[in-house]
């Protein structure tokens, strides 16, 4: 269906007198990829927070139809260590799961092995895997993921961006990828935003499967989930991202 | 045979302990140990008004600590000072406050001691009835709210993403603390308070694969001190509340050593292996 999940209108977050975004406006719908990208400090992460609940926009709204579930990978979290907490625990903090299904979880994230390890041991790119599997659990009709691909090897992350469509299409959720890596997006992304502090862009990335060097690079399996986003900034910033009006 | 004070103190000390377990895990993961401390030496100034006000000392005591933490999450807020510089004003700021009350009360005599070491020998049966009845209640509340309080613990972004409402979890973790500070005042008294809350917990942690493996490990641990520290106490003629803060300090260097050996004896069958 194309219902709308979720989405901000023009919402704004201030922290100590500086924007964090700006007028920002994005809606998800059910079965929709939309990537959310930008450099360092442009504000994704604040975007999902404020989706997720966690930060209050100063201004503006967010929209959420009734009900919704979500799943969120946040960015680099760490479990205190002194907390005991097995993969296999914290698949189940919220509610209790069927062994089969945790199971099922982790192997598709290929963690299985690890279910009785405490998560403190874990390797930065198996937490973040582990964190995934929690959200997949929840059955989400609507997946935020926050630089999900850090601590990935490029394999890990070509992979992991198939397994985002794959889960797209069983769930039929929206998902919600922030990324900061400017050039390359998921093909089968639906919707890029592009943003630093306020939005700078909205559109569909392109192929580039005729792009003979970057298939050279990483493949041509590479080549074929992932694509240019070609876009061009018509506009440069102040550092409080408000735009330069040329003259 | 029951109704001798030696039998008094370690029913009390026991639902003591099975309370302060599974709570001071949370002060634990939390990283309360400081904020504890600030709530048990308020507990003095709650002492004080509750004389002053003719209130019980439990209610009095437990309002006390409850505003303090209200007070501290407030500052915390917009504070310039770090977290523990502000705990630390509240903390002695309130300890001093409330001696100088207890000091100028001419009418009644206050023995300051009883509440700083505890008396847990003096404890009388309806005390230990309300230590029981709400006991009860706070681990009814920590079972009803465990996994919104462990999802707070995890991580609060996650907690509130999926409606697990981690402010209401802290709110309720400040009162059960409130609580168990004021329940604890006439046992260990406000100095040994905290120990009684972290010990337990630290000792437990060795061994635990979970939080729950944890707080029942904790909840016995501090079972076994208040009655080994108890024992000790009559054999030796100690002080009980330090004989059971000390004893609980020795389970916790026995579980120390115990794991590295373990740990020494696996390095050394993998190697061979």
């Known amino acids: 269906m194309d219902s709308m999940l979720a989405g901000l209108q023009s919402a704004s977050v201030i922290r100590n007198g500086r924007w964090l975004i700006r007028d920002i406006d994005l809606s998800i719908r059910r079965g929709e990829i939309v990537s959310l990208i930008g450099p360092n400090g442009s504000g994704k992460t604040t975007v999902v927070k404020v989706l997720s609940g966690s930060i209050t926009p100063d201004s503006g709204s967010v929209l959420k139809s009734n009900g919704i579930r979500i799943g969120y990978v946040p960015q680099r979290i760490a479990i205190d260590s002194t907390l005991p907490m097995t993969v296999r625990r914290l698949m189940n903090i919220n509610e209790k799961f069927q062994t089969i299904e945790v199971e099922e979880a982790l192997d598709e994230m290929n963690i299985l092995k690890l279910a009785d390890q405490p998560v403190q041991e874990l390797s930065g790119g198996e937490f973040q895997r582990a964190l995934f599997a929690r959200a997949l659990l929840r059955k989400p009709d609507l997946l935020l993921l926050d630089e999900p691909s ?29 990324c900061h890596n400017l050039h390359m997006v998921m093909a089968q992304t639906d919707t890029v935003i592009c943003i630093n502090c306020h939005i700078c862009c909205v559109g569909t990335p392109m192929h580039v499967v005729n792009n003979k060097s970057f298939e050279e690079l990483f493949g041509s399996e590479a080549a074929r989930s992932h694509a240019l986003y070609q876009h061009h900034h018509d506009h440069n910033h102040l550092p409080d991202g408000s735009i330069i009006s040329e003259q | 045979m029951f109704d001798d004070f030696f039998s008094r103190a370690i029913i009390a000390g026991v639902g003591l302990a099975i309370i302060a377990g599974p709570l001071g895990c949370f002060v634990v993961w939390q990283r309360l140990a400081y904020f504890g401390d600030t709530m048990a030496h308020s507990a003095l100034l709650g002492v004080a008004l509750s004389i002053a006000f003719e ?76 230590i029981y009845s709400g006991g009860a209640l706070i681990l009814f509340v920590l079972v009803l709210k465990w996994s919104n309080l462990i999802c707070l613990t995890v991580n609060e972004q996650i907690a509130t993403a999926e409606n697990k409402r981690p402010t209401n979890a802290r709110f309720i973790m400040m009162v059960l603390l409130a609580a168990i500070v004021a329940f604890a005042l006439k046992i260990v008294g ?84």
């Not at chain 2, 209130?55 to 006390?64: D, K």
């Not at chain 2, 915390?76 to 510089?85: I, K, R, V």
């Not at chain 2, 076994?224 to 100690?238: N, P, R, Y």
């Not at chain 2, 740990?263 to 061979?272: A, P, S």
């Open chain 2, 55 to 130: 209130i019980n000392i439990l209610i009095g005591v437990f309002s006390v600590c409850f505003l303090i933490a209200l007070v501290v999450g407030r500052i915390g807020e917009q504070s310039m000072l770090s977290g523990d510089s502000t705990l630390g004003v509240l903390s002695h700021s309130s300890l001093a406050i409330g001696l100088v009350l207890v000091s100028l009360m001419y009418w009644v005599r206050v023995d300051v001691l009883h509440y700083l070491f505890g008396n847990i020998l003096a404890v009388n049966w309806n005390e230990i009835l309300m």
């Open chain 1, 150 to 178: 850090q601590g990935l090897d490029f394999k890990g992350e070509i992979k992991l961006y198939n397994q985002i469509v794959d889960i797209r299409d069983r769930l039929n959720c929206g998902v919600l990828l922030a």
């Open chain 2, 190 to 273: 406000i100095i040994l308070t905290v120990s009684l809350l972290i010990i337990p917990a630290a000792a437990a942690r060795q061994f635990a694969k979970t939080p729950e493996q944890m707080a029942v490990l904790a909840a016995l641990f501090g079972v076994i001190a208040v009655i080994f520290g108890l024992m000790l106490s009559i054999e030796i003629d100690t002080p009980p509340g330090p004989s059971i803060v000390m004893s609980a300090a020795g389970i916790f260097i026995a579980g120390v050593i115990t794991t590295r050996i373990v740990r020494k004896r696996q390095r050394r069958t993998n190697q061979v292996v």
